[in-house]
């Protein structure tokens, strides 16, 4: 499939083509509806689709009011608020466990890894309505339904296996012998973890806890049974919005998101190059 | 291996300790260590996560109310022959009455009230008619005159046989329920045509997560196959096409598409325009199945595509080259040598979509109307209307189930070590 090459028959040339259109036509699938809500959110009028204005490229047709309105509606800014204070902190926690007990795992003899991976693991299995229905009957139990810890606890908890996965992942390609040396070397443990291991892992950590944040902003099964009015986030605000008054500002919001996954992804992309730099796994 | 030298002594270390103790006891040193790092986070996920699950798996079968708001009443029906076509006699009205006077004090009788009504309709209303009339009984008796007087249904057979037969603490109701089956006085039977509605939305569930899968294939495997085929550089700039939907929130995605396929929505607008459909025949495209079938196959096809991905990059090009060369066309060399190659992928791809599908609940409700919800969209409907939480476990421990044994199968396929992101 690389290069067409010369003495290709008719045939071949058609399908190479056809390929080619078949292929570009999925990925227009795949980013399409991502990029139509941007220029619609700017929409002057509360339509959700392109207005005559807006297609003969009027600045008329253009506006700032739904941003305005996400920026000035207290219902909006307190979901903001509140997903704010709710998703560093789950991330803390996740990553900060997850981290230590990847280090664990990746130790030459662990009794009963499987059985303990596979407990570690299954929060990411679990179907979040599962997950959310065990946790609403349990936290309910010991009050937690309906706080703001229960809601932390419970994201924490979702985000753990990103964070396991990624450090694992760097821990994989990591040299043990310069542990070794660094401890023949005279430094004691807590100095070998921190000059020598943790800067060798921190692309490892920090993609995990971007994971574990993507997973506690993003998060709205579960947050929807265990939270209350309090603990509304943008997620939740947007699924209300969706479910009875549809109104534009969604698409505001929902363009914000999307600057936002725009700048996860790169720092990622960075961070993944970065550790393949370090561990001397591609050239460039 | 020996632990002793030739000449018979004990392999000892420096200090004089024998070799083998001491490297038994430098490996469980070792070993202890590694669960000191891990048991952090092995506590914190039992208790926050593992706990609520299996909370959750003792609710379906969790049937305490009927003995600890009527005990001395499951007490006296003990004696009672369900078969005799009888309601019971007066010590168990009796028994009766002592209970349903604290179960008012304590307002707990409407509660039982609504959790029989589960199983047999118009209890819930017999237990609240009761509850206002107790007070005004006369306490000396006879209690059966006074009963079949608050409600007549207190005579009838029927009331009494759910009363005994749900009295155990333990019961199978909830489960036979989520089957479209119940108790009743003969043994399990199932529910009139009209009431089966589970079995119906477990089969649509699956059927829907087979079709998503299937499209998910069919639209993953040739952008896997391209993105394999190229060079990284290109490849690498593509793949950001299919990373940055992997990466958008799931609500943002679903609002695009709840945008893009309402009636007055962009994809009709287009349509008209183009002259393919008329102003009045405008596509029903969203609140049915074809919604939830396309906004889901966008939201999981990243899932689909790298897995896909990271097993064709590593099927290297000179086995297509060296079948092509031996004479096999392009069609022959990719079937019969380049996909059975890719078929890891494809298992593994398509047991994490249909994984993931099976237990969907936003984009269901948002996008999917009446005729595209699946089962977690009863589920959520238990817990929070209906507040059937015992038939919502039920169902939820039915899908834990489905997921588990297709997780072992992808355990099997892929190992669960091998998981990768991004």
């Known amino acids: 499939m690389s290069a067409l090459p010369p003495y290709a028959s008719p045939l071949q040339r058609t399908w190479y083509y056809s390929f080619r259109i078949i292929c570009g036509l999925i990925f227009f699938f795949l980013i399409f509806p991502i990029l139509v809500i941007l220029p619609l959110s700017f929409n002057a009028q509360d339509f959700f689709t392109f207005t005559k204005e807006m297609l003969a490229l009027d600045p008329a047709g253009y506006s700032f009011k739904h941003y305005q309105d996400f920026f000035t509606n207290p219902d909006w800014q307190q979901a903001l608020t509140n997903s704010v204070m709710i998703a560093p902190v789950a991330t803390v926690l996740a990553t900060s466990f997850g981290t230590l007990a990847a280090i664990g795992l990746s130790q030459s003899h662990v009794p009963y890894k499987p059985a303990i991976m596979a407990v570690l693991i299954s ?17 309910s139990r010991i009050g937690l339904q309906g706080t703001y810890w229960g809601v932390v606890l419970a994201h924490a908890a979702l985000g753990t296996p990103f964070v396991i996965i990624t450090v694992t992942a760097t821990l994989v390609g990591f040299d043990r012998s310069l542990v070794r040396a660094a401890a023949n070397l005279g430094a004691n443990p807590v100095t070998t973890f921190f000059k020598v291991q943790m800067p060798l892992i921190v692309p490892g950590v920090v993609s995990g806890a971007l994971f574990a944040f993507i997973t506690s902003f993003d998060e709205v099964v579960v947050v929807l049974f265990l939270g209350s009015a309090g603990q ?5 605000q947007m699924f209300t919005g969706l479910r009875e008054q549809i109104s534009p500002t969604i698409l505001a919001v929902a363009s914000l998101m999307v600057a936002i996954s725009i700048c996860l992804l790169t720092v990622l992309e960075l961070l993944r190059r970065r550790s393949e730099r370090l561990r001397g796994l591609s050239p460039g | 291996m020996s632990d002793t030298t030739q000449d018979g002594q004990l392999l000892t270390t420096a200090d004089g300790k024998p070799l083998k ?3 038994a006891k430098a490996l469980r040193r070792e070993k202890l260590r590694a669960l000191m790092l891990i048991a952090p986070l092995l506590i914190f996920v039992l208790i926050t996560f593992v706990a609520p699950i299996a909370d959750m798996l003792f609710r379906s079968v969790e049937n305490g109310i009927v003995a600890d708001t009527l005990p001395k009443t499951v007490v006296a029906l003990e004696a009672w022959d369900s078969t005799s076509g009888e309601a019971p006699d007066e010590t168990v009205f009796a028994a009766l009455y002592e209970d349903m006077v604290i179960a008012v004090d304590e307002k707990t009788h409407t509660r039982l009230g609504s959790r029989l009504n589960y199983e047999e309709s118009g209890i819930s209303s017999l237990f609240r008619k009761t509850g206002r009339r107790i007070k005004r009984m006369d306490e000396a008796g006879p209690f059966k005159e006074q009963f ?16 005994k037969r749900y009295s155990p603490r333990i019961t199978s109701g909830y489960f036979l329920n989520s089957f479209d089956a119940q108790l009743t006085a003969d043994g399990v039977e199932m529910k009139p045509e009209d009431e089966r509605i589970y079995m119906f939305l477990f089969g649509r569930t699956l059927f829907l997560s087979i079709v998503i899968t299937i499209s998910c294939l069919l639209l993953g495997y040739p952008i896997a196959f391209l993105l394999a085929a190229l060079p990284l550089r290109t490849s690498n700039l593509l793949m950001i096409l299919v990373l940055l939907p992997f990466w958008t929130s799931l609500l943002v995605r679903t609002s695009a598409w709840k945008v893009l396929l309402q009636q007055q929505g962009v994809i009709n607008d287009f349509l008209v325009w183009t002259g393919l459909i008329s102003e009045a025949g405008r596509l029903v495209m969203i609140n049915n199945q074809t919604g939830t079938i396309i906004a889901m196959t966008h939201i999981l096809l990243p899932f689909m595509i790298l897995p896909l991905y990271s097993v064709m990059k590593t099927i290297s090009p000179t086995y297509v080259r060296a079948a092509k060369s031996l004479g096999a066309n392009d069609w022959i060399s990719f079937w019969r040598v380049y996909f059975p ?9 398509a047991v994490l979509v249909f994984i993931l599908s099976i237990g969907y609940y936003i984009t269901p409700e ?33 899908l834990l189930v489905a997921v588990m044994v297709l997780f072992v199968v992808y355990d099997k396929i892929v190992g669960i070590d091998n998981v990768k992101l991004g």
């Open chain 1, 123 to 139: 929060p990411m299995i679990v179907p979040l309505i599962i997950s959310a229905a065990g946790m609403y009957f349990f936290y």
């Open chain 1, 232 to 236: 509304k986030t943008l997620p939740w």
């Open chain 2, 21 to 23: 103790a001491s490297l």
């Open chain 2, 148 to 163: 079949l007087d608050a409600d007549k249904d207190w005579g009838t057979v029927e009331t009494w046989q759910v009363l």
């Open chain 2, 341 to 349: 190659q890719s078929v890891p992928g494809i298992g593994a791809g």
């Open chain 2, 366 to 398: 948002l996008v999917g109307g009446t005729s595209g919800i699946f089962i977690s969209n009863r589920i959520a409907y238990h817990i929070s209307s209906s507040l059937n939480w015992g038939l919502a476990a039920a169902l939820g421990t039915l």
